[in-house]
């Protein structure tokens, strides 16, 4: 146990948690924003993949990593607008086309990835970026070089959560995505333009979704690999429903995921790996399935979500 | 010249035929683009390809024995989308079956008692998955949708586990199970190809499981529950029993497609034995507008694009990833495509 506790209060431990939920942070706001909105993005891990191909390969080949996120956020909004095409204006199911978006999407970023560089034994890798040392902030023994000492992505995810919960419920725009997603009938009636508020969703989303894979191959490996987002976008998915579809909630999941997982990895190195890694990998979506059994009685998922609108059906 | 989109009631029988092969059609000049972008011709690629899935009997059997899995994928999922049991957790059913089957093969006993024993185990692993997000719908209102998404996860990683510890080939410095005894493994039907016996078994399995869906009373409550479950109800019909059964059967169908890999392909289980067919099968049931006999020729489909795409990646350098995008335009072209069964364009006023 007090191997356990070693490892817990480390400056490396700390930070190894931020930069594990960063990326399922900005996932998991993502789809948050997309669910309240009443459409569910099956989407995620294709987006997710494809934008961190785009996001690798923009910067490799024009050297600027700001460039590079640049090109993941708009992948990542494009393929949002697919999916909102697809399920807000022309109203198709939203699982199936989903699934369809994420294979579309690893497909492509497989194929453009094979295309430009080719069969190499090393994967190209770039220069990622360098921590920030926030001054003054750092300074503090332990959280300073932990918290503050940091990827600007991670401070921006930091920061990236309370916008969230602003946004979505302190700011008209929330308060209209949220009406679409609860009731787009009487949204509809009050003036809120549904298929425009659940675009917008689902295109912020996608933005969102689009960091998220920049994070991982431009910040977390500095490198593309076929595997690099494995499963991260289900991971999210889960969050969401675990966090109760509110920023503060799914954010604190994805941390405590990211702490489970940076445990698992330090008991690991520290030759102390007597359950199988997979089973913590496993633990999200066990417990989400099991939240959902408690949880569906109070019904807190948008009540809309799934339901495509469509103002001629009354 | 004016158009309106009106509703549709019914739709003509040949849209069954004519909108999956639009949508294929879409998909293949949509990614004839990508063609372009490598550098090759379009019309030689898809050449290459078609050859390479149809151009000899050993290249028909292989396509034959890739679209197989994908038969018992697509089958399990029309059925559960019949009625309106969203099962997007084929593969992990898939896994499932594969483990199970794999399990049991690896016990020696004679060769036909091992394949049925496999085939039963395989079969119930699949339906046991399948059964968890059924229970957690009818009993505590879960979404199918996501329980069965992140349940393939959750088997993935269990197989993962397994084969990492407690279940790895002693004999084998990579994580992988032990192989099945081989009086176990399926005989090959055709001298010097793959062609297994699992191969006719899901090209019977798919009349099969049309005769339970049109001919049955099974089938029809399935269809009644999937259309209106309120008029189910009223009909007498126990809608949550409806769909828990809906769901064993599809779970077993996609075990299935697990027993299949271990008994006539892979002979034990590894982490990518199934390159997800589980979600391709979602692709093949809507291609096949979830008829069961649709399903055939759909999986054969995609069969073709996944192992023509490896001669053509050979021949022309195009990469071989092509056949996944393929996959998924193909089901967002389809999903468009259906559109026109719900909504007809009609001109209306006069002419500009």
Redesign the interface.
Known sequence: MSVVLEQIFQVGFLAAILRIATPLAFATLGEMFSERAGV?N?GIE?IMLLSAMTGFTVAYLSGSLWLGIAAAIVTGALMGALHGV?TVA?G??Q???G??????????A??LY??IFGQQSTPPNIVGFKPVAIPFLSDIPILGPAVFNQFTLVYLAIIAIPVSAFVLYRTPWGLSVRMVGENPRAADSAGVGVISKRMQAVILGGALMGLAGAFLTMAQFNAFTFGVVS?RG??A??LV?FGRWDPWRSAGAALLFAFVDALQLRLQAAGLGHI?Y??F??LP??L??VA???M??NAV?PTA??KPFRR?ER | MMFRLEARTTTPAWFNVALPVAAIVAALVLCSGLIALAGAGVFEAYGVMFSAAFGDSYAITETLVRATPMIFTGLAVAVAFRARFWNIGAEGQLLAGAMAACFVGAFPMPGLLAMLLMTLAGAAAGAAVAFVPAVLRVRFKVDDVVSSLLLNSIIFYALMALIETVWKDPFSGYPISPPIEDAANFPVLMEGTRLHLGVLVALLAAPLVWLVMTRTVFGFRIKVTGENPQAARYGGIRVERVLVATALFSGALAGLAGVGEVGGVHFQVMSDISPGYGYSGIVIAMLARLNPLGVVPAAIFLAAVMTGAEAMSRATGVPAFLSDVIQGTALLAMLVALLFTAYRLRRVGGRA
Not at chain 1, 99 to 108: N, R, Y
């Open positions: 569910l099956l294709g697809l022309l198709l199911s699982h199936v086309c699934i369809g978006v994420t294979l579309f999407g690893t497909g492509l497989y194929f094979r295309l499963g289900w991971v998915i889960a429903v199988p997979e089973a990998l496993m979506f066990v989400t399935i959902m059994a408690f569906s009685r998922a979500l799934l001629e």
